[in-house]
């Protein structure tokens, strides 16, 4: 097996831009008007991941555990940052509990990864600052799809959940339903990529590291336990928002306001 991976010239690495023409040829038919998007998509992720390669590469030649601190400091802020500017119409206090449970779940589910199933320290970047960007990154997706469904489905529903409370029923029966449903919403995509993966899919993590050289058996040991340390994560994170910041729904006089 040949463990030398090929290197790109920027010449070759260009060329990858020319698959966007077929994208927006596509929305141009559709008469999809979202060319912008795309082309400033494309721009901004190409900038991001160059500067981060760039802050890992000297990360990775000066190992350190500040600098891991940092990175992982830095996920957690803006996976946090990203959950809140979409859904600002929480109340503070369920605001609270949505960072507590992403900066908590993503930490200890990573520490379990890294220093429990591979054994490696902690404050290695090598596997720390990865792995934790998958654990959070797909923590932070999962808790958009739940809040988004949560709020949505609270707000079709108001007219039935006064009717509920006037009829005697308690906030918590009314409100175990929509978290339920909000739950379930955060770990379809996740449940759909692990019965998927194998067989219609090669992920990306376990795809990069057979294009490095990496045994295709170790990394598909990799990949089954990162794909259940991110169902973790995103579970972790979401039914800890939800169903301990859903009692700051319920006022003292037993009536629900989430905003």
């Known amino acids: 097996m040949n463990t030398t991976i090929i290197e790109l010239n920027i010449f070759q690495f260009s060329s990858i831009y020319l698959l966007l023409l077929i994208v927006l040829f596509i929305m141009k038919r559709a008469k999809i008007n979202e060319a912008r998007l795309l082309l400033i998509g494309s721009l901004r ?12 590469t000297y990360i990775f030649k000066n190992p350190h555990p500040l600098f891991v601190i940092l990175y992982l400091a830095a996920m957690i802020l ?31 589910i990573t520490f ?17 600052i990865p792995i934790a960007g998958m654990i959070i990154g797909n923590s932070m997706s999962g ?30 029966q009314i409100l175990k339903p929509f978290l339920n449903t909000a739950l379930e919403t955060a770990l379809i ?29 170790t990394a598909i040991l990799y990949q ?11 579970a972790l994170a979401t039914f800890s928002s939800l169903y301990i910041g859903y009692k700051t729904f319920i006022t003292p006089r037993k009536i629900i306001e989430w905003n």
């Open 78 to 108: 803006f996976s946090i940052h990203r959950v809140l500017s979409k859904n600002k119409s929480f109340n503070a206090s369920f605001k609270k509990v949505i960072v507590l449970s992403i900066a908590l779940s993503g930490t200890l």
């Open 112 to 128: 379990f990864f890294v220093s429990v199933m591979i054994g490696v320290n902690f404050f290695n970047p090598q596997y720390t």
């Open 45 to 56: 992720m190409s900038i991001q991941l160059y500067l981060c390669g760039l802050v890992l």
């Open 189 to 217: 995509p996740t449940l759909n990529s692990m019965i998927s993966m194998g067989i219609i899919s090669l992920p990306g993590m376990m795809t990069g590291q057979i294009l490095s050289g990496t045994l295709p058996m």
């Open 143 to 172: 808790m958009n799809l739940a809040l988004k469904t949560l709020n949505e489905t609270m707000n079709l529903n108001k007219n039935k959940i006064e009717s509920l409370l006037n009829a005697g029923a308690t906030p918590d």
């Open 224 to 234: 089954i336990a990162i794909m259940i340390a991110i169902c973790t994560g995103t």
